[in-house]
């Protein structure tokens, strides 16, 4: 069954440092693009960037450029999305996605990891 | 504001027809990227509901259906079933903004 497990929800102060990860399986990891997805509160679905597990080619939303850093690690089939310093405004629901390019769909979903930020 | 615009709500009442449309421009879905929709229920993980315009994933009922026209797509969704009721999101490409986009989203009420 191909499937993408998220880690666990996660509770931080402004300021602090963050490295949530998905894990996939049931699938050749290196040949597909992760995306990531931020549902703020109440808010609609955001796209925030996508890596190619294969090399690491990256690109992000604009909107994300410099704020988060995604990343990857083939040998253990993960993808890692990373924030250095913390903003309230980070709480939100991240969604990682499997997809076969950057214009595609994304047809499998991680769960999503909670992301509460609050001092 | 969202890039791709799709109205707020929709509702019907159980074997309806509904529709759900997403508008956007000569950068993304005029310009002739796929356009995909999937259905989001609060606390799970979105799902794939139709993909390149039309296409169903494997176990997605014929009752969901999708279209596209100019700069706008549609999703149907008729025989309406009380388990329907979610938010529709549709996504695709912009060229100008080099990445996917997705619409605001629409919740569907079963009445």
């Known amino acids: 069954e191909v499937q993408l497990v998220q880690s666990g929800a996660e509770v931080k102060k402004p300021g602090e440092s963050l490295k949530i990860s998905c894990k996939g399986s049931?699938?050749?990891?290196?040949?597909?693009?992760i995306g990531w997805v931020r549902q703020m509160p109440g808010k609609d679905l955001q796209w925030m960037g996508i890596i190619y597990p294969g090399d690491s080619d990256t690109r992000y939303s604009p909107s994300f450029q410099g704020q988060v850093t995604i990343s990857a690690d083939k040998s253990i089939s993960t993808a890692y999305l990373q924030w250095s310093s913390l903003k309230a405004s980070d709480t939100a629901i991240y969604y990682c996605a499997r997809s076969a390019g950057v214009y595609y769909y994304m047809d499998v979903w991680g769960k999503g990891t909670t992301v509460t930020v609050s001092s | 504001q969202s890039v791709l615009t799709q109205p707020p709500s929709v509702s019907g009442a159980p074997g309806q027809r509904v529709t759900i449309s997403c508008t956007g421009s000569s950068s993304n879905i005029g310009a002739g990227f796929d356009v995909h929709w999937y259905q989001h229920l609060p606390g799970t993980a979105p799902k794939l509901l139709i993909y390149?315009?039309?296409d169903r994933p494997s176990g997605v009922p014929d009752r969901f259906s999708g279209s596209k026209s100019g700069t706008s797509a549609s999703l149907a969704i008729t025989g309406l079933q009380a388990e329907d009721e979610a938010d529709y999101y549709c996504q695709s490409y912009d060229s100008s903004l080099t990445g996917v986009v997705f619409g605001g989203g629409t919740k569907l009420t079963v009445l």
């Open positions: 390149g315009h039309s």
């Open positions: 049931g699938y050749r990891f290196t040949t597909y693009w």
